[in-house]
């Protein structure tokens, strides 16, 4: 535990939960899927290749603040050495204990479902033939071993690629004695092989593409003798690292440094279980990382690609049964959007929702002549989207298009700059935001004539533009027609473009201004009511809270009385039920088949009630150093269906729900019998499918 917040009550300092350290102990809640046998048997193996994905980003971004300050011998500060050896050592076992799972349960669970990766001394004749064959035509040609020496120093090794590293004996061409080479694997060369029936009979049987290459060694290196060899993965600082105030054309700077993003400061290095610690060293000494940055692995060193093998598989029974969702209930189809807007706002609950009310009130925009002017921020759309396709049919039908692009959003900033251009080379105004700060508010705005005046209409969300995640992640979208709202919008989306100051707001809440504050103040609120003896609570859903002053807030309001109740999927540095000093303070995290990332804040204050819909998560980055904004549902009916279905049914789950201890622990939940079995998502899903 780090930082901390003095009791009102015991004056005695309440430590926080270090925030990396809860968010390796969401990656081992996610992880709890891939052990759970109820799990369709590929689902449980995607929820493994998550937390490698996870594990991956932890690493390129969070996990280099720390390594730094252990390279700079820096004994103080929330980045230190000591938090180095801390977060070491917690993700070395959380990796211990990914492949713990893949090769003692996923492995013997695919064996019973008639599903193996066979190794090359498991290969019969025919199988070893094939995979000759297949490395002769399709792998060879793209290999091209570099053996070290003056002339040919340690190659480049691009960011999470794959490699080997072999050790030879004998002499080169040349009469010389280089020991060692490089193989370097290309990036196009699927992981993963799947076996033809001709040499796999009914089996579904897979070779991984180490294993082919690892088979062939020795036919890379004629003349010389293969000895010691292992698969090699590095990963690297990945953060990009530009200064905005010092550059003309953020655009171009970025994407320069995008070609050196794959060639940062060496972090982690992982490496087969059986390499020699030679061949360990050597490589560590490349890379000059210490002993702790080494991870000896049971298996392929990248889990991540395994996701191959569930797109190679044909198999419905191993996976969830697909889930179809709704067109949004509160949209009545074949009738306009915009007169829909006139009598109500409409919410959308994604996925159990579909996203295209989304894009049907986009595209009936586009195509609706009175419509002016359309006005959105980008922030992850994917590089495959209709959306973008419909802002060009905009730009092209003579409507005056902006664009809010941010070109920093994390590993997505090359498809934002290639969104941006091709916005630009059509003619739709291209804007970046504001210099230091990212874009994370998600709004489109429409101005649309109506008779002699201007009428604008907007939809607000908690998630992204991209009709891929809106599949999986849990969202609300929002769409309104309500005058002040929209004006509020509208001074954003002006403020963004000019960096012209904001006038006050109507209703949005907007950082980096006032939405601390204003959240500092909604809960300071309840406190006060608590503390005269009103009913006072205050419900809060969202994926990570970090912010120490969020958190300091939460703790006084709880000591004056307040129920808080924290519905928070990952990191969270506040500990729940503390004697005497947390006591009215409950923390539980829900995982389940969807990602949960919606945001809601809920504050009962007496009779005053308030309910806040948000694309901002409680941390410091966001309220400080992010446009972002928080919207109220005014509408009572509304405002209702988001609290029943955010927050009241999450509360109440105990199947994919854990708690949060006070030892900063977490404990899953069981329901008592089988009767009282409960969880959120599936609720919802039925719910929306018409089942209850």
Partial sequence: MANSVTSLETSQPIPFIDRDQSILAFNARVLDWARREEVPL???????????????????????????AALLNDEKGVFSVK??????????????????VYNHQLIPAFAKAGIKIVSHA???????????????????????????DPAHPF???????????????????????????IVKVPRVLPRVIKLPEKVAGKKNLFVSLSSVIRAHLQDLFPGREVGQFSQFRVTRDSDLTVDEEDVQNLRKALRQGLVHRHFGRAVRLEVSSGCSEYLADFLLKQFELPASALYRVHGPVNLVRLNQLIDLMDAPALLYTPYRASFPRELVTGVSIFSQLKARDVLIHQPFERFDGVLAFLREAVFDPQVLAIKQTIYRTGSDSELMDLLREAVRRGK????????????????????????????AQVVYGVVGLKTHAKMLLITRREGKVLKRYAHLSTGNYNAKTARLYTDISYL??????????????????????????????????????????AIEKVGRAAAAGHPSRIVAKMNALTDDRLARALVLAAQQGAKVQLIVRGACILPAEVPGMTDNIQVRSVIGRFLEHSRVFYFCAGDDESLYL??????????????????????PVLRARVIDECLDVYLKDNTDAWVLKPDASYVRLEPVARRNKSSAQAQLMARYAGKV
């Fill in 122 to 148: 498991e290969r019969n004749l025919a199988q070893q033939r094939w995979v000759k064959r297949y490395f002769e035509q399709e792998v060879r040609p793209l290999l091209i071993p570099v053996g070290l």
């Fill in 155 to 181: 190659p480049q090794v691009a960011n999470k690629s794959l490699n080997f590293i072999v050790r030879l004996s004998g002499k080169d061409a040349f009469g010389r004695e280089n020991e060692i080479a």
């Fill in 42 to 68: 590929l689902e449980r193996l995607r929820y493994l290749c998550i937390v490698s994905s996870n594990l991956d980003e932890f690493f390129e971004v969070r996990f280099a603040l720390h390594f730094r």
């Fill in 83 to 100: 938090s180095y050896q801390a977060i070491s050592a917690v993700a070395h076992e959380l990796v211990a204990a990914q492949y713990d």
């Fill in 480 to 521: 309104t027609g309500n005058a002040k709202l929209t004006a509020d919008i509208e001074h954003l989306f002006i403020h963004l473009a000019s960096q012209s100051r904001l006038p006050r707001m109507n209703h949005l809440w907007v950082a980096p201004f006032k939405l601390q504050d204003q959240m500092v103040l």
């Fill in 614 to 635: 948000s694309s901002a998560d409680w941390m410091n980055r966001n309220m400080l150093r992010r446009v972002e904004l928080a919207w109220p549902v005014l509408d």
């Fill in 400 to 427: 005056e298009v902006t664009a809010v692009v941010e070109l920093k959003a994390r590993f997505d900033e090359e498809a934002n700059i290639n969104w941006a251009e091709q916005l630009e080379s059509v003619g």
